[in-house]
T-cell receptor, first 116, second 116 residues
């Protein structure tokens, strides 16, 4: 079974600074997808970024980028120029690529606070 | 982007009664939907995988007779909490898979259930 580990329960960062959230996972599969989701106080799950395991290039979405290290099974999220609206829970998630209806497996989350 | 609508967003019911939560994919067909439960300050816990036209697959420890899932059409899955008890009070959130594995999973807004 796949597992996702987020070792930082809480983090804080000053506005405009950069922060990195860590995520490691365990799988024996070679074909899979990794995601970072943001959950603000509204509880809506918002997709931040996604990475296909077969792609070596790290995914980037504006201020958000990942450092995907497949051999190390590491998938960290870097948030640049942090904004107050980035304050939220962040969940790292894994999905197998070998079946059509498998769910996301989530880590326990990291609560990020952006401080003015 | 694709939208998943969940209703109701908040519901209060009396102990012993049943309550139904709906999850609709508004602009795409979802053969697979997932139901999660989230306790305060915790991660999302998968309850069951809902497949259109077939029985749901429940995770270990989830009572299928208590949490009834029906996926009667390609755009609608329902979760019915039967004979609700206060310990069933929680945040329930659904997600729908657009396309096949690896394509994006979209989340509903979630439903707060309070059993009094």
């Amino acid at each position: 079974a796949q597992t996702v580990t987020q070792s930082q329960p809480e983090m804080s960062v000053q506005e405009a600074e950069t922060v990195t959230l860590s995520c490691t996972y365990d799988t024996s599969e070679n074909n899979y997808y990794l995601f970072w989701y943001k959950q603000p106080p509204s509880r809506q799950m918002i997709l931040v970024i996604r990475q296909e395991a077969y792609k070596q290039q790290n995914a980037t979405e504006n201020r958000f980028s990942v450092n995907f290290q497949k051999a190390a099974k590491s998938f960290s999220l870097k948030i640049s120029d942090s904004q107050l609206g980035d304050t939220a829970m962040y969940f790292c998630a894994f999905m197998t690529g070998n079946s059509g209806n498998t769910p996301l497996v989530f880590g326990k989350g990291t609560r990020l606070s952006v401080i003015a | 982007g694709a939208v998943v609508s969940q209703h109701p967003s908040r519901v209060i019911c009396k102990s012993g009664t049943s309550v139904k939560i709906e999850c609709r994919s508004l602009d795409f067909q979802a053969t697979t939907m997932f139901w999660y439960r989230q306790f305060p300050k915790k991660s999302l816990m998968l309850m069951a995988t809902s497949n259109e036209g077939s029985k749901a697959t429940y995770e270990q420890g989830v009572e299928k007779d208590k949490f009834l899932i029906n996926h009667a059409s390609l755009t609608l899955s329902t979760l019915t909490v039967t004979s609700a008890h206060p310990e069933d009070s929680s945040f329930y959130i659904c997600s729908a898979l657009q396309g096949y594995s690896g394509n994006t999973i979209y989340f509903g807004e979630g439903s707060w259930l309070t059993v009094v």
